[in-house]
């Protein structure tokens, strides 16, 4: 089983610290994953912006470039459509453009970093670790590797400190989440469980997000306690997820299966999204990892406030949402929290829908259709002097150090020279979008032709 997963992985480490919330919490997605479609892994937009503000800090701590340095320089990556993604900024390559607030956010980690260190520390950034050295006889172990991206190593303190950077808002990380404490784990394995480390810290630092307080969150673990709690629920759920046919548990909350590669094809989430709204008197089959993904239920039956459920037993397989002016606080309480669930699962549908018609098939009602890019300076070098000429003084010209938008500029000319800046800006293609068939605008034709 390990052999034939590593094939299907490519490469890939199968139990990255990344994921090992979703692999405690259900280790049939590991198998669920390998035989998942590709396409369905693909990168977003928010993960190659972190890839993005990762380098940019790497940069910082390596000695390099200082964060601020790098504003409205271009870090050459490919990426997804979208963010700050430049398609061609040289004429060859793709990236992506560094901002003010990603210098801010990237510095206030860096920051973070230099606080910890001290003359006695070796420091080691987007540093390879693994749990491979902790039993050589068992593979298994080499298949728990990440790259961490700070690790300081404090031998006459004897203490070890994984500084993580989350460059993301909307998922606040906890500073003992799983991931960190394998980093913990991997490091006191690499740097010698016998070297007298007295104490583990492991640090968050999310500088984007709105609560304060949720920005820098640091833990000190007792290596003990990693050594042998953690790793043996890690060790224990590794294991499990090699089993012929083992569990899959969808998150009611969508922690581990927001980001679950498998989300598209899951028939644990297909199920755990529609159980609630399902009449509870429909039995349904045990499911795991090798089960079959069903098809959706065939009708779904809408209730209102004079009839909440149908006159008659429905076709079996009928979806029954009940309105919600009859439903119970405990109910609503429910479905309320449930939500990030079903949100992630119809994100997963969207995401096939829109790889579906990128590929050329057609899914019935929908459509991709692009929407509107920004407009840009065709030339910012040769900008400021046609802006002079129309009569726009320097020094409102730029928000130091850039030029500004012209939007922006096109507020301080006169109304009879707004429109004199066309010829001077264009309008980049922006992100494809999925919108329904009767939409106004006009579909985009896939690349690869249509596949009915
Ligand atoms: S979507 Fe959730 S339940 Fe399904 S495999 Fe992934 S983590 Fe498990």
């Known amino acids: 089983m390990l052999a034939a997963l590593r094939e299907a992985y490519k490469g890939e480490a199968m139990f990255r610290p990344s994921s090992i919330s979703r ?21 977003s937009v928010y993960a190659t912006e972190g890839t993005v503000a990762h380098q940019v800090a790497q940069d910082a701590l390596l000695g390099k470039r200082q964060p601020e340095e790098w504003v409205d320089r271009i870090v050459d990556i490919p990426g997804p459509d979208g963010g700050k ?18 210098a801010e956010a990237v510095g206030l980690y860096v920051d973070e970093v230099a606080k910890r260190w001290t003359p006695d520390t070796m420091q080691y950034i987007e540093h390879g670790l693994t749990l491979g050295a902790l039993d050589p006889t068992d593979p298994i172990f080499a298949e728990n590797r990440g790259t961490a991206d700070a690790v300081l190593a404090d031998t006459r303190r004897g203490r070890l400190t994984i500084v993580d950077l989350k460059y993301g808002k909307g998922v606040m990380v906890a500073g003992d989440s799983p991931q960190l404490k394998n980093y913990a784990l991997m490091g006191l394995i690499a740097f010698g469980t016998g070297g007298g480390w007295s104490e583990v810290e492991t640090v968050v630092v999310q500088p984007r997000a709105t609560d304060e307080r949720q920005r820098i969150k640091s833990i000190v673990h007792d290596p003990a306690d990693l050594l042998t709690d953690f790793l043996g629920k890690l060790g224990e759920a590794m294991h499990r997820s090699l089993d012929p046919d083992p569990p899959l548990n969808a998150d009611p909350t969508g922690a581990w ?20 709204a399902r009449d509870a008197f429909a039995a349904m089959p045990p499911l795991g990892a090798l089960s079959d993904l069903g098809a959706l239920p065939p009708a779904v039956f809408v209730g209102t406030q004079d009839q909440p459920r149908p006159a008659a037993t429905p076709p079996k397989g009928t979806i029954v949402l009940p309105p919600a002016t009859v439903l119970d606080p405990g109910d ?4 309320l929290q449930r939500r990030p669930l079903w949100e992630a699962w119809i994100t997963s549908v969207e995401e096939r829908a829109s790889s579906l018609l990128e590929a050329g098939v057609a899914v019935p009602g929908w459509k991709l259709v692009r929407r509107t890019g920004n407009r840009r300076w065709k030339d910012k070098e040769a900008a400021p002097d046609a802006l002079r000429a129309l009569g726009v003084n320097t020094s409102a010209m730029y928000t130091d150090p850039e030029l500004r938008s012209p939007a922006q500029i096109e507020k301080l000319l006169p109304k009879e020279k707004k429109g004199a800046i066309e010829d001077l800006v264009e309008r980049p293609e922006g992100a494809l979008t999925l919108v329904k068939a009767e939409n ?3 579909g985009i034709a896939s690349p690869m032709g249509a596949i009915e």
């Open 23 to 43: 692999l405690l919490g259900c280790p049939g997605s590991v198998q669920l994953i390998a035989r998942s479609p590709r396409e369905t892994r693909k990168s």
């Open 85 to 102: 993604w430049v398609p061609q900024h040289d004429g060859k390559k793709a990236g992506w453009l560094v901002d003010a607030e990603m």
């Open 257 to 276: 299966c927001r980001w679950c590669p498998a989300k598209v094809t899951c028939p644990a989430l297909q199920r755990e999204a529609t159980d609630l």
């Open 332 to 335: 609503i309480a429910t479905i």
């Open 440 to 442: 106004r605008r006009d």
